[in-house]
């Protein structure tokens, strides 16, 4: 397998990063917990304008036609800049099921999820709550053995706080008028690839938010001066650091791996996709723990930019299955009888 990307994806991973550090800043976000949808129209514009929003859409349907792999470098930047708009449940979750759904709720929909003009959300029961339900166009909605395509006026929605203020959350009761679109084992086998799917995605986007609380912490112990000296050079500050590192440079590869996995369709994709999140929410974990100690704990306060994304890390790590259901996916595999095992099977 080979983990290098091509020059054009890491060209578009750029221009995509210059976008997002110079439109996303962490005051852009604060001014948008005090709007009524915490969503701003004419930043989904500009993202669909940059072809982001159809970035996994099928070419047939007006998109680019690219895959999980494709996304995930612009995943982990979605994260560097803690982005509230949903575009990386668009282009990994609810485009790929309704994909997986196709017929007439494809055609219908595919074309305006690419152009920026309907958007989308997935709602899993492992997840209780469904994130964005309030700017959503359509739900897909997982109901026992059945997924349900319901549009706003077959719903009502109730809000329910997050540990995130950019997390909008809903409880989601459905009318008797919402049909079900896929019943069985198919839409047991879409709840089961929408749920990698956005587990990747919590991953890729976990690992921008430990690289960004990493740079923000090194900038801070820089320019903090104690006894004459910044506090950077102090060697347990230093251990800090270097204890993130590690743990995120070890996370990467299994990310990569994932999603490798998943474009290609690979048998075990649902192991690769379990210990990419493991790994990646622990190393965002360990980067909100070590970079409030290096802030003096200042850094959990509300004026500190930190918390914004430290909090959407701790939020990120308990969806798409928390840690105890991807260790059980793992231990599944690993501990089965007649599993194969070492460096070429496993890990």
Known sequence: MDFTFTEDQLLFQESVRDFLRNEVTPERIRASWESDSGREDALWAQLAELGLT???VPESSGGLGMSALDFVLLAQECGYVALPEPLVHTALVAVPA??????????????RVAAGEA?????????????????????????????????????????????????????????????????????????????????????????GLAQRMVDMSVQY???????????????????????????????RAPVHRAAYAIAHERANAALAVSHAKLAACEAANLAAKNCIQVHGA??????????????KAWALANTWGDAGYHKARVGERIFADGAVLGAGATF
């Not at 959300?121 to 897909?140: I, K, P, S």
Request: charge should be negative; include cysteine.
């Open 119 to 207: 958007k989308v959300v997935v709602g899993l029961e492992q997840n209780m709550l469904v994130e964005d339900a309030h700017v959503a166009d359509l739900l897909l909605l997982q109901r026992g053995a059945a997924l349900l395509a319901a549009t706003p006026d077959q719903v009502s929605l109730r809000h329910n706080e997050s540990v995130d203020p950019s997390r909008k959350l809903y409880a989601v009761d459905i009318d008797a008028a919402a049909a079900p679109v896929v019943e069985g084992e198919q839409a047991q086998r879409i709840v089961a690839r929408a749920l990698d799917h956005g587990a990747l995605g919590s991953a890729a986007q976990a690992l």
């Open 221 to 251: 112990t820089a320019e903090r001066q104690q006894f004459g000296v910044p506090i950077g050079s102090f060697q347990a500050v230093k251990h800090h650091m270097a204890n993130i590192a590690v743990r995120l440079e070890y996370a």
């Open 54 to 56: 159809g970035m996994t």
């Open 298 to 311: 200042m850094g959990y306060t509300w004026e500190v930019d930190l918390h914004i994304f430290m909090k």
């Open 98 to 111: 309704l994909c997986d759904i196709g017929g007439e709720l494809a055609e219908q929909w595919l074309p």
